[in-house]
């Protein structure tokens, strides 16, 4: 009878080992997954050490192999989260950055009007033009890159990338093409987004001031308004494209054309821009792939923001110990973030407690992500909010496996009075406070002190795209709740 009953049970057993092993032919991988995922070496290097059991044994793991027998990158990604899942507590390794992606194209439309000219004089740093030629080389040396001037219309540059590269005068070698006198951003806008095609990112190099044709007596609330709806207007007809737009520094020599006054020389530093425009899930690979390190990061951008970003998960942990934690709580292992157990401080009463977050794939700068204001925080005991990013020197033995892959630590701070409580933290999803400080409304004079860091009109250029193509009211909520 009881070997009867064991027989059974044996089997059921092998039966769900074998499931664990993704059928009991994968045994070899799976062991090396764990291993990796176990001891945190989730590089390339591990990734393609991974690659290579599979496509070293074709017989043995044909169903993570395409028809033509490549590596199937989204099978492999789908195996190792299986794998993952499994772990306690549950592992996530994102490899999409490290294959299975085709390079990215990249297309430059440089804007070659009367008010970009004094940008890249000879006796200037030439800030434009390096940040223009930096963006072409962290594109792979494989991708495909195609460089058009823009003013009146869109032109082709006719000249090799490399001859681009070199050009220490750029304005001066594509003298006459198109009509510099204005630019037509309704044009230049709607082109880009109809030629765009998939795995392509397009950016325009340009001072983003508007400027059409024919504004003789047209005042420049009219103007204001104008511009706002046309960027409205053009960017609503193309979904799913995300933009990100980037400001940056340069020096200035030479003319300045106001939209309502007599041009003036101007020698000093003034703002451009990079607006990057592709599909959303372009825009996602470009964040996370390490081949374009450097071109949503690069150290020269002064303010960033990525518009068209709906609420995203953002992934989180507890930190159990930390310097600012104050009164007592237990992590409560589960669906969702719990701390049971809350005890608030002997002497204030206060329960403090922090967590770290990964608030990188948001495209934020930290001028936006370290400051509370731009945050909605509820709570019945009134807990209030303070970011800090995370450096090397935050990070010890104790702490690592908590730190690691996190940008930022969040704490919260309240009152522990009610027995039960659910704190919600949400990054509000509104026009950063850098676009207004940016903007200007006069541009007749370099006297303002705050002409060379302002743009004319870029909050009403901006805030349209920002009408257009805003996702959700936040870009991410965390909730935590609160048990004594």
Known sequence: MIKMRRLPLLVMCC?????????????????????????????????????????????????????????????????????????????????????GVEDLSLTIYFERSGSMVPYDQRGGSGQLKKAVNDLINHF?????????????????????????????????STAGIGDASYTDFQLIFNKILEAQKP?????????????????????????????????????????????????????????????????????????FYLVIIADSDVMDQLAQDKRYDGVLNATEVRNSYRFNQGTSEVECRVLPEWKDNAGRFRVKHGDGIVLAKCDGDRQTGKLCFSLAANLGSLLKDDALLTNPSNYEVKSIDGYTLTIQPIDQSMVTANNKEYLEGMTHVLTLVGD????????????????????IQSSSDNDTSSAASSFPTTTLGLQQLLGGMFDAMKGGNSFFEITIQLQR
């Open 199 to 271: 795995g392509n990112v397009s950016v325009l190099v340009s001072d983003l001031i508007y400027s059409p044709q024919d504004t003789h007596g047209v005042s420049i609330d009219k103007i204001f308004n104008e511009e706002n709806s046309l960027a409205t207007r053009v960017f609503a007809r193309y979904k799913g494209k995300s933009v990100v737009v980037q400001q940056l520094m340069g020096d200035y020599s030479g003319k300045y054309y106001p939209y309502n006054g007599v041009p003036f020389q101007y020698n000093g530093k003034r703002p």
């Open 15 to 99: 039966v769900l080992l074998a499931g664990l092993t993704a059928c009991g032919g994968h045994g070899q991988l799976e062991k090396a997954v764990r291993s990796v995922l176990v001891s945190g070496d989730t590089t390339r290097a591990a990734f393609d050490s991974l690659c290579s059991i599979v496509t070293d044994n074709p017989g043995k793991y044909g169903d993570l192999l395409t028809p033509e027998g490549k590596l199937d990158y989204k099978k492999m990604a789908d195996f190792i989260e299986q794998i993952g899942s499994q772990l306690r507590p549950p592992m996530h390794w994102d490899t999409r950055p490290y294959g």
């Open 140 to 172: 792979p040396a494989g991708s495909k890159v195609a460089i058009n001037i823009v003013n009146d219309g869109i032109y082709p540059y006719n000249h090799t990338v490399d001859e681009f590269l070199k050009d220490r005068d750029i304005y001066q």
């Open 416 to 435: 522990l009075k009610s027995p039960r409580d659910e704190v919600r933290i949400a990054l509000r999803n509104e026009l950063p406070e850098w676009v």
